[in-house]
């Protein structure tokens, strides 16, 4: 059900026609497009011509919208936010656009006439997998959020000619392969040829002092390569607002060496073209090598440089001085990855500006904010000196020029404590000198904040601690949120209709979806939602048949775990807990056993050896499970390919339980978590991350918690745990071992898993011995309220009317006031 929002106060006859005036209109503008944009015949379309030419006339309503609202931000002066970002991880457009249009029923009809079924036409559009996981998928939600709220900004990345692998699965590993999803043309961007900006790398610097007295640095790069901008809309709810995404991508200034070319070497002519476009090849080039971590480098300073020139720049058209820009523009680095704009933006200010330094930083400071998104210290980004020396000279100097200030702030506060000025220093002097990016990106922003309540805690305690006594004020929390209208409204229609009939509209008010617990007990509304849930089942059940085979049953419950396969997310522990399932079924097949579907899916780093087998050992469990008679029907396991937006908008609304199993402490937020409760599945989870306000926002009653707590991780890694004595006391628990150790899973390849065991036994940094008998614990109290779908359900409704402030527009309004101070 779509608002009306086009004809307010009409009657149902007047609407009718409306109705079949704006079908009319549509179906002549997709023929129109068709023809004249595509180049197609009705009668010779294919899927993806329609696509395009759907895509295309659902692009022309919203171009006006977007003019618009560029003037009336120039005429009016408003601040904008720049949202910069090495990943945006946006899945397919189509619906996005035209629902938050209002015109899904329009384009539904009008297709139908034309006899295409707009749910297949919807899959012939290739998903934007500009991203890998979490942090990605944030800034997409990000982006239609601040479009929703009518916040000014754009969205800055690298338009990347391939973005995350393809996963396919064979024999039950892990194999990538390029992902292509602009071979068929890309109908949401607008090319803008005329925007280039050239990007320097390399070469040295020349120090002078000019006739008055000053010094000054010249760079002279050697070499050049142009960042040329691409737009995307992205429309807000109900049309409200558009902003651009501009992504970059990247090509030589000389196509080809004509000499070389006529000398007959016709390779080596290309060759410095294809060095420059490298750039926007690849999303996350492997860093397996030397060249490898160069163009990841090389990859981060094109994008923010670029970014910044054009903010720049268009700041200097709108208000002429750069004096203003902090009150005119708000920049956030979404993770280290764009920290190196602290420099970027001072080279700007004091070289080509011509100002002063401790001016030049007080903008800098102002306009930047940092988010920060993980404490693994390897995620942390350093950069060899010496690469970062070659790669970027005259910033090499910038950034020693602002830690030798920093150092004397941090030596006046602290004075005498060299420990301290080692910790806060920009240089790593441990580690052969590496510039911490973290550190850079924190001395340079005004705000640096979290995004979870515990995360943000615990980034105060550990890797920022010394500067955050150094700076008390500047680290704050936000929590992330998703949008609703892609994570509720489109992928799940008809959940969200019962939301709305009980609500109203919650995709311009999060705050009315907490009306849905007057629900809970509503034996006639629970009816409808479970109806609802079961729907989304049997179209997953599906799904499940065509891509692998395996038949389940959708009675069952559907038991979750999607997302990035990593250690900390511990995989593993859930699959350990399935074996142990496995054999407590076998050798007790009588007991009230809850009937469970475990699904899987997710992609490991193409370098990551453990993930990779994790992912095997699952495919390895699925098949000798769903083989065995003995357990059939009360058991199943799946592991579904190539995890990316796409199935998780199918996967999400089939969810009856929620795998939030991180060892504590280590998973920053999570918004997996809020799309799964978002959609009514409930969550088994530690307390980490978002899933301790969740639990606030819930209710203790209506979530399933187990598993040690940050503080307890912690303690039991300096006193030195033993998984030996708890593997010992827990025969369930060394039975699994025992039985994944010794091949049971594995009769091909006896040996496959005994290192992976090994760790277990002698150090299990991720604690799944301590948390294996609550986990397993916690999925026995399920199964018992599996049994009594009345609680089940109740417990449903409590999580989705909990879900509220989990919504990415409560996230962005926070930003907008406490770091951007922009109006909302
Ligand atoms: C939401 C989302 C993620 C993040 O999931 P977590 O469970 O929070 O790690 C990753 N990938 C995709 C495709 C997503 O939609």
Same mark, same amino acid.
Request: hydrophobic content about 40%; aromatic content about 8%.
């Given at each position: 059900?779509?608002?009306?929002?086009?004809?307010?106060?009409?009657?149902?006859?007047?609407?009718?026609?409306?109705?079949?005036?704006?079908?009319?209109?549509?179906?002549?503008?997709? !023929?129109?497009?068709?023809?004249?944009?595509?180049?197609?015949?009705?009668?010779?379309?294919?899927?993806?011509?329609?696509?395009?030419?759907?895509?295309?006339?659902?692009?022309?309503?919203?171009?006006?919208?977007?003019?618009?609202?560029?003037?009336?931000?120039?005429?009016?002066?408003?601040?904008?936010?720049?949202?910069?970002?090495?990943?945006?991880?946006?899945?397919?457009?189509?619906?996005?656009?035209? %629902?938050?249009?209002?015109?899904?029923?329009?384009? /539904?009809?009008?297709?139908?006439?034309?006899?295409?079924?707009?749910?297949?036409?919807? &899959?012939?559009?290739?998903?934007?997998?500009?991203?890998?996981?979490?942090?990605?998928?944030?800034?997409?939600?990000?982006?239609? %959020?601040?479009?929703?709220?009518?916040?000014?900004?754009?969205?800055?990345?690298?338009?990347?000619?391939?973005?995350?692998? /393809?996963?396919?699965?064979?024999? =039950?590993?892990?194999?990538? +392969?390029?992902?292509?999803?602009?071979?068929?043309?890309?109908?949401?961007?607008?090319?803008?040829?005329?925007?280039?900006?050239?990007?320097?790398?390399?070469?040295?610097?020349?120090?002078?002092?000019?006739?008055?007295?000053?010094?000054?640095?010249?760079?002279?790069?050697?070499?050049?390569?142009?960042?040329? &901008?691409?737009?995307? *809309?992205?429309?807000?709810?109900?049309?409200?607002?558009?902003?651009?995404?501009?992504?970059? %991508?990247?090509?030589?200034?000389?196509?080809?060496?004509?000499?070389?070319?006529?000398?007959?070497?016709?390779?080596?002519?290309?060759? $410095?073209?294809?060095?420059?476009?490298?750039?926007?090849?690849?999303?996350?080039?492997?860093?397996?090598?030397?060249?490898?971590?160069?163009?990841?480098?090389?990859?981060?300073?094109?994008?923010?440089?670029?970014?910044?020139?054009?903010?720049?720049?268009?700041?200097?058209?709108?208000?002429?001085?750069?004096?203003?820009?902090?009150?005119?523009?708000?920049?956030?680095?979404?993770?280290?990855?764009?920290?190196?704009?602290?420099?970027?933006?001072?080279? !700007?200010?004091?070289?080509?500006?011509?100002?002063?330094?401790?001016?030049?930083?007080?903008?800098?400071?102002?306009?930047? #904010?940092?988010?920060?998104?993980?404490?693994?210290?390897?995620?942390?980004?350093?950069?060899?000196? *010496?690469?970062?020396?070659?790669?970027?000279?005259?910033?090499?100097?910038?950034?020693?020029?602002?830690?030798?200030?920093?150092?004397?702030?941090?030596?006046?506060?602290?004075?005498?404590?060299?420990?301290?000025?080692?910790?806060?220093?920009?240089?790593?002097?441990?580690? =052969?000198?590496?510039?911490?990016?973290?550190?850079?990106?924190?001395?340079?922003?005004?705000?640096?904040?979290?995004?979870?309540?515990?995360?943000?805690? @615990?980034? /105060?305690?550990?890797?920022?601690?010394?500067?955050?006594?150094?700076?008390?004020?500047? !680290?704050?929390?936000?929590?992330?949120?998703?949008?609703?209208?892609?994570?509720?409204?489109?992928?799940?229609?008809?959940? #969200?209709?019962?939301?709305?009939?009980?609500?109203?509209?919650?995709?311009?008010?999060?705050?009315?979806?907490?009306?849905?617990?007057? +629900?809970?007990?509503?034996?006639?509304?629970?009816?409808?939602?479970?109806?609802?849930?079961?729907?989304?089942?049997?179209?997953?059940?599906?799904?499940?048949?065509?891509?692998?085979?395996?038949?389940?049953?959708?009675?069952?419950?559907?038991?979750?775990?999607?997302?990035?396969?990593?250690? +900390?997310?511990?995989?593993? @522990?859930?699959?350990?807990?399935?074996?142990?399932?496995?054999?407590?079924?076998?050798?007790?097949?009588?007991?009230?056993?809850?009937?469970?579907?475990?699904?899987?899916?997710?992609?490991?780093?193409?370098?990551?050896?453990?993930?990779?087998?994790?992912?095997?050992?699952?495919?390895?469990?699925?098949?000798?499970?769903?083989?065995? *008679?003995?357990?059939?029907?009360?058991?199943?396991?799946?592991?579904?390919?190539?995890?990316?937006?796409?199935?998780?908008?199918?996967?999400?609304?089939?969810?009856?339980? #929620?795998?939030?199993?991180?060892?504590?402490?280590?998973? $920053?937020?999570?918004?997996?978590?809020?799309?799964?409760?978002?959609?009514?599945?409930?969550?088994?989870?530690?307390?980490?991350?978002?899933?301790?306000?969740?639990?606030?926002?819930?209710?203790?009653?209506?979530?399933?918690?187990?598993?040690?707590? $940050?503080?307890?991780?912690?303690?039991?890694?300096?006193?030195?745990?033993?998984?030996?004595?708890?593997?010992?006391?827990?025969?369930?628990?060394?039975?699994?071992?025992?039985?994944?150790?010794?091949?049971?899973?594995?009769?091909?390849?006896?040996?496959?898993?005994?290192?992976?065991?090994?760790?277990?036994?002698?150090?299990?940094?991720?604690?799944?011995?301590?948390?294996?008998?609550?986990?397993?614990?916690?999925?026995?109290?399920?199964?018992?309220?599996?049994?009594?779908?009345?609680?089940?359900?109740?417990?449903?409704?409590?999580?989705? $009317?909990?879900?509220?402030?989990?919504?990415?527009?409560?996230?962005?309004?926070?930003?907008?006031?406490?770091?951007?101070?922009? *109006?909302?």
């Amino acid at each position: 059900m779509e608002p009306a929002i086009k004809f307010p106060h009409r009657s149902p006859e007047k609407m009718k026609a409306q109705h079949e005036q704006a079908v009319t209109d549509i179906k002549a503008a997709i !023929i129109s497009k068709l023809t004249l944009g595509v180049g197609k015949d009705a009668a010779q379309a294919t899927e993806r011509d329609w696509f395009l030419a759907t895509a295309l006339a659902a692009r022309d309503r919203v171009i006006h919208r977007w003019l618009a609202e560029e003037r009336a931000t120039r005429a009016e002066g408003r601040k904008r936010v720049y949202y910069l970002s090495l990943e945006f991880l946006i899945g397919r457009l189509i619906s996005d656009v035209i %629902s938050n249009l209002g015109l899904t029923d329009v384009f /539904r009809d009008a297709l139908g006439d034309l006899g295409v079924d707009f749910n297949r036409l919807q &899959a012939a559009e290739p998903d934007a997998a500009l991203g890998n996981g979490g942090l990605g998928r944030l800034a997409a939600c990000f982006m239609e %959020s601040m479009a929703t709220l009518g916040i000014p900004g754009s969205g800055y990345g690298i338009r990347y000619d391939h973005g995350l692998f /393809r996963q396919v699965i064979k024999d =039950g590993w892990q194999h990538e +392969y390029p992902e292509n999803w602009l071979s068929f043309r890309n109908p949401w961007e607008f090319a803008r040829p005329e925007v280039i900006y050239d990007i320097h790398f390399g070469g040295r610097v020349e120090n002078t002092t000019t006739p008055r007295g000053t010094q000054r640095a010249v760079w002279h790069p050697e070499e050049r390569v142009e960042a040329v &901008a691409f737009d995307t *809309p992205i429309v807000g709810w109900q049309d409200r607002h558009v902003n651009p995404l501009r992504l970059w %991508s990247a090509r030589a200034p000389d196509p080809l060496r004509l000499d070389a070319f006529n000398r007959g070497d016709h390779v080596g002519a290309a060759s $410095a073209q294809a060095r420059a476009e490298a750039i926007s090849k690849v999303l996350y080039p492997s860093d397996e090598t030397p060249a490898g971590r160069e163009l990841r480098l090389r990859q981060e300073y094109f994008f923010v440089s670029a970014s910044l020139q054009d903010l720049v720049q268009r700041h200097l058209r709108d208000f002429g001085d750069l004096h203003s820009l902090p009150l005119n523009a708000a920049i956030q680095l979404n993770d280290t990855h764009p920290s190196i704009a602290v420099a970027e933006l001072m080279r !700007i200010l004091i070289d080509l500006h011509g100002m002063e330094w401790s001016e030049a930083w007080q903008i800098v400071v102002g306009t930047l #904010s940092y988010t920060n998104h993980t404490l693994l210290p390897e995620a942390l980004e350093s950069w060899p000196v *010496p690469l970062f020396e070659r790669v970027l000279p005259r910033h090499l100097q910038i950034i020693y020029r602002i830690n030798s200030e920093h150092l004397k702030v941090a030596e006046e506060k602290f004075p005498d404590d060299s420990d301290f000025l080692a910790s806060v220093s920009l240089i790593d002097e441990h580690h =052969g000198r590496r510039l911490r990016m973290g550190h850079l990106a924190f001395i340079g922003s005004h705000r640096i904040n979290g995004v979870s309540g515990l995360h943000t805690d @615990l980034m /105060r305690k550990t890797v920022f601690s010394d500067l955050h006594a150094l700076y008390p004020d500047r !680290i704050v929390n936000k929590t992330n949120g998703v949008t609703f209208r892609r994570w509720l409204n489109q992928s799940n229609p008809g959940l #969200s209709k019962l939301v709305r009939e009980a609500c109203g509209d919650v995709y311009s008010d999060w705050t009315r979806i907490k009306k849905l617990d007057e +629900y809970a007990n509503d034996s006639a509304f629970l009816e409808k939602l479970a109806a609802e849930k079961r729907a989304n089942k049997v179209a997953l059940a599906k799904v499940i048949r065509e891509r692998v085979g395996i038949v389940v049953d959708p009675s069952a419950m559907f038991d979750i775990q999607i997302k990035r396969i990593h250690e +900390y997310k511990r995989q593993l @522990l859930n699959l350990m807990e399935t074996v142990a399932l496995y054999n407590a079924i076998r050798s007790n097949p009588n007991r009230n056993w809850a009937p469970r579907v475990k699904i899987f899916a997710g992609k490991a780093a193409a370098s990551y050896k453990t993930a990779k087998l994790i992912i095997k050992l699952a495919n390895d469990i699925a098949r000798t499970v769903n083989d065995d *008679p003995a357990v059939r029907g009360l058991l199943k396991v799946v592991f579904l390919p190539n995890y990316n937006v796409s199935l998780a908008e199918c996967i999400i609304p089939a969810a009856d339980l #929620s795998e939030q199993i991180s060892t504590a402490g280590m998973e $920053a937020s999570g918004t997996g978590n809020m799309k799964l409760a978002l959609n009514g599945a409930l969550t088994v989870g530690t307390y980490d991350g978002a899933n301790v306000e969740m639990c606030d926002n819930v209710g203790d009653d209506n979530i399933f918690i187990f598993g040690l707590h $940050a503080h307890e991780v912690e303690e039991c890694r300096a006193i030195g745990h033993n998984p030996g004595a708890i593997i010992a006391k827990t025969p369930m628990l060394a039975e699994v071992i025992e039985s994944i150790e010794q091949g049971v899973f594995s009769p091909d390849d006896k040996s496959r898993y005994g290192e992976l065991m090994a760790g277990i036994r002698n150090s299990d940094y991720y604690m799944i011995s301590n948390d294996f008998a609550s986990y397993a614990e916690a999925q026995r109290k399920i199964d018992q309220v599996w049994h009594t779908p009345d609680v089940w359900r109740r417990m449903c409704v409590h999580n989705i $009317a909990g879900m509220g402030w989990f919504s990415s527009d409560r996230t962005i309004a926070e930003y907008a006031e406490d770091i951007w101070s922009v *109006p909302v």
